[in-house]
């Protein structure tokens, strides 16, 4: 009795102890898990301003900016414009779909909660809707649901999936980047699940509120964090390249001699010379050009 009585008067704060530190570990992890998916969606904010400067740009201007940098490909896979001539420059708002399971869909907000319909109301004319398919030939839909984006007259519509009802789509106005189009049901296949997390379309991640630029050639994602850094770096490359071409229409020669080129620029190297010559004023980095 007296052994069980010391287990008994020991065990009782050992456990006391042991659920005061359970709580706060339990806590933490609550935390860390919060932290991890609470900034997804808050990325810094890409200005109406800017937005303009970067549509300004070709998409292979802003890669070879984001190539500068080091960061990796922003190139959004698949996505290809619906017709010649589509052009889009926006917010991303985004939209995750996961592959149809019955218990998931019956969790899933119905109707105008639908996180499909909620990002449609986040977007506007300085927003492009970015989906991401479970797959290149899912439908990510059509004719009725994207009347609502033409009446909120959206920036444009980016995903790595297809759109049906292309002839309706074509009426409608706004840009529509897609990896195909197809007759088939978006919701035999899956299921619209998040709006406005960090998702990945076309291999690219893709945060809410990064700036999307698309054209012919297709679309990029820059980065919000990095967006006016980007530009800089972009719109500068291309003064350059203005230059090069300029030179090799009037004195015919292998392209190799000043291209391709990444900072810093040597002065003494044929490029550092020829824009010397043309009284540009060259940074070593991040490779900006601006005439004297």
């Known amino acids: 009795m007296l052994i069980c009585a010391i287990r008994s008067a020991v065990a009782r704060p050992l456990a006391a102890a042991a659920a005061s530190h359970f709580v706060p570990v339990a806590a933490k992890q609550q935390w860390v898990r919060s932290m991890a998916l609470g900034p997804a969606a808050a990325a810094t904010t890409v200005s109406d301003e800017l937005l303009d400067k970067l ?6 201007a802003l890669i070879d900016g984001l190539w500068v940098l080091g960061w990796p490909t922003a190139f959004i896979e698949g996505a290809r414009p619906l017709r010649a001539g ?3 420059a926006g917010r991303a708002v985004t939209l995750r779909f996961v592959p149809q399971r019955p218990d998931i869909a019956m969790d ?5 909660e639908s996180p499909e319909y909620e990002a449609f109301e986040r977007c506007g004319p300085n927003e492009v809707l970015v989906m991401a398919s479970v797959g290149p030939w899912e439908s990510v839909g059509g004719d009725i649901k994207f009347l609502r984006l033409k009446q909120r007259q959206v920036g444009g519509l980016v995903t790595d999936g297809s759109v049906r009802d292309t ?3 074509l009426n409608y106005g706004f840009p529509v980047f897609s990896y195909s189009t197809t007759p088939k049901q978006g919701p035999a296949a899956m299921q619209p699940w998040e709006c406005n997390g960090v998702i990945s379309c ?8 990064d700036a999307i630029i698309g054209d012919q050639d297709g679309v990029v994602c820059v980065p919000a964090s990095h967006a006016q850094q980007v530009y800089d770096i972009a719109h500068g490359r291309e ?3 203005v230059i090069i071409k300029e030179e090799l229409i009037k004195n015919p020669g292998s392209p190799g001699k000043f291209y391709p080129f990444k900072p810093p620029i040597k002065p003494d190297s044929p490029l550092g010379q020829l824009l010397t010559s043309k009284g540009v004023v060259f940074e070593p980095f991040p490779g900006l050009a601006k005439a004297r």
Do not use: F, H, W, Y
Not at 204 to 209: I, S, T, Y
């Open 55 to 60: 549509n300004t740009l070709s998409t292979q």
């Open 202 to 209: 076309g291999r690219v991640a893709v945060r809410p509120g």
């Open 167 to 169: 002839d309706e789509l």
């Open 86 to 88: 589509m052009k889009c």
């Open 108 to 112: 899933k907000p119905s109707g105008t």
């Open 239 to 241: 003064a350059i390249e």
